[in-house]
């Protein structure tokens, strides 16, 4: 292996974002998209409604009172579109959240627990829900614009620009259905899925900071202090790297993160390690941390393998028995790791803008991450020739791309698959076929 030249595809790399808790908060919630349409629907409907008073009152100045009263018999006709349409919205919200809750309990039951988290974030269902309420609230908004009076000379209002805004919505919400529908049946195809997650996780990657120094984390020096958690117990979900940076340089400290990012915090556990000076005070740390009830993608960088670890033992528990499945996730556990095997890991280091370091941010290292790829899979898949076969192919194409520092955990899963499969195949034939590498699995 070591003849061949290896040409690597990195992964796209940017400056890391500041993170907004409130933004990701926002982002794996439901409530926020729906809402914020509501209450811009009541915006848009205040000026539609000075728009038409203007345009009635325009025509009361010049005596155009037939123009009015033209006006008055088309919005006696538009009421009833629009009462027809203040109907059907709220059969459409009922169908469309029914096939939600259809859809996320089979993906949770097929895959796994934690893809529920895409359907959350899924941006079309947020459009969908949020233009069918900002639809049904637009229109009885506009019923009761309408003017009980039928005479030109003493009406204020004719809503002609909002039946025309409830066309508009409407037909909005008829496209965004059928989007809706296309996307939803696509998160519940496994290969869809698998791909949604192995993308969170190059994004992850590519959010890394660019490694410095060969990748090697500068001496920090001694401890001289330590910072507690006090609030909640949960998991750490993401770290705000700005705000941090920021209390670092002005107190000319460095801070060294202690738990990863997906670890479960309780409190008075120490979670910042203060090198050079004093610990800053609580009250400039506060929301530095953002502690959940689950992990996010947002700065987890073994989340995704976890989850592709997951769908693959769900595939092949003797309940599903669908080793194709496990293929297709160990596809992109290979593809994972392939991007990350020549990046530096274990830590990144976050520098002030004078490239000094200041915030020291623990990762997933090289054979921590293999381990998660593969592991437990493995134990699981020798009795599947299909699976084994793809996980030996996989390993080959790791052990040609990884560094030769990178190879050891490599050629230890290939070992301990080896000795599995001899263990439970019956016949050398059999055990011949199963250690036979094939990317296709059994192509």
């Known amino acids: 292996m070591s003849d061949w030249t290896v040409t690597r595809s990195p ?58 009263a033209e006006l008055l018999r088309f919005a006696d006709d538009a009421k009833t579109v629009v009462s027809a349409v203040g109907s059907a919205m709220m059969t459409f919200i009922g169908v469309v959240f029914s096939i939600s809750l259809v859809a996320v309990q089979m993906a949770s039951g097929q895959f796994t627990p934690r893809v529920v988290r895409l ?39 004719v809503p002609l620009v909002q039946s025309v805004l409830t066309l508009v919505m409407v037909a909005l919400s008829l496209l965004l259905f059928v989007m809706y529908v296309n996307g939803t049946l ?28 060969g990748g090697r984390v500068p001496g920090l020096g001694p401890v001289t202090a330590w910072v507690a958690h006090d609030g909640q117990a949960g998991v750490l979900r993401d770290v705000h790297i700005a705000r941090l940076v920021r209390v670092a340089r002005k107190h000319g400290v460095v801070l060294r993160l202690v738990p990863r990012t997906g670890d479960f915090l309780v409190p008075g556990t120490p979670v910042l390690a203060v090198h050079g000076g004093q610990a800053p005070p609580r009250r400039v740390l506060r929301y530095a941390l953002s502690v959940g009830v689950e992990r996010a993608f947002h700065q987890d960088l073994g989340l995704g393998l976890r989850q592709l670890s997951d769908i693959a033992l769900r595939a092949l528990s003797s309940a599903v028995n669908d080793p194709t499945t496990a293929v297709q996730a160990l596809d992109r556990i290979v593809q994972i790791l392939a991007a990350l095997s020549p990046r530096p890991l274990d830590a990144a280091v976050h520098r002030d803008r004078r490239g000094a370091v200041r915030l020291v941010q623990p990762v997933p290292g090289w054979t921590e991450l293999v381990d998660l790829g593969f592991a437990e899979v493995r134990a699981c898949t020798a009795g ?29 899963h290939r070992e301990l698959l080896r000795q599995a499969v001899e263990r439970v195949a019956p016949t050398p034939a059999d055990r011949a076929f199963a250690l036979s590498p094939d990317r296709q699995g059994i192509g």
């Open 384 to 412: 599947a020739p299909q699976v084994t076969r793809r996980i030996l192919a996989g390993l080959d194409d790791l052990l040609l791309l990884a560094p030769p520092e990178r190879r050891e955990p490599l050629r230890r």
């Open 119 to 157: 359907f959350v974030r899924s941006r079309i269902t947020k459009a969908t829900f949020a233009v069918f309420l900002a639809t049904f609230v637009l229109t009885l908004l506009v019923l009761t614009s309408y003017d009980s009076t039928s005479d030109p000379r003493v009406t204020t209002s």
């Open 11 to 68: 992964l796209p790399r940017r400056r890391p974002r500041a993170l907004s808790p409130l933004r990701e908060h926002l982002r794996d919630t439901f409530w926020f998209a729906p809402t914020a349409a509501m209450v811009g629907v009541f915006v848009v409907w205040l000026v539609a409604q000075e728009l038409d008073a203007a345009l009635v009152r325009s025509l009361q100045d010049d005596g155009d009172y037939g123009t009015v």
């Open 186 to 213: 696509r998160l519940m195809r496994v290969s869809h899925v698998i791909a949604r997650i192995a993308a969170e996780s190059f994004r992850v990657a590519a959010l890394m900071p660019a490694a410095a120094d």
